[in-house]
Nanobody, 127 residues
């Protein structure tokens, strides 16, 4: 059974940093694509970053240069390092996973790519 558990959310002032973690079980992270998504109140879910089976990475334009996705396959954890946070980054953040084809890139930040989702962790950035 695939399970994803996010942690690391919290409240931070604008310009600050947070690191989100997604602990996975039930599969090997190296065999799945992984993604981070977020959803603010009243807005649609947005793909933030994704990492493919071959290590290919995709970021949303809104977070390029500020967020970094990485994974530790030995620990089965996927991270999202968030720096230079802005009030617009306030949202519930979710990690997602699914088997995917090698070479996938644009799909890494599309919800339709993923079948498995965590419960989310709240990030609040105050200005």
């Amino acid at each position: 059974q695939v399970q994803l558990v996010e942690s690391g959310g919290g409240s931070v002032q604008s310009g600050g940093s947070l690191r989100l973690s997604c602990a996975v079980s039930g599969y090997t992270t190296s065999s799945y694509c992984m993604g981070w998504f977020r959803q603010a109140p009243g807005k649609e879910r947005e793909g933030v970053a994704g990492i493919g089976r071959d290590g290919r990475i995709r970021y949303a334009d809104s977070v390029k240069g500020r967020f970094t996705i990485s994974q530790d396959n030995a620990k089965s954890i996927v991270y999202l390092q968030m720096d230079s946070l802005e009030s617009e980054d306030t949202a519930m953040y979710y990690c997602a996973a699914d088997r995917c084809v090698l070479g996938l890139e644009l799909g890494l930040v599309r919800s339709s790519t993923y079948a498995y989702w965590g419960q989310g962790t709240q990030v609040t950035v105050s200005s």
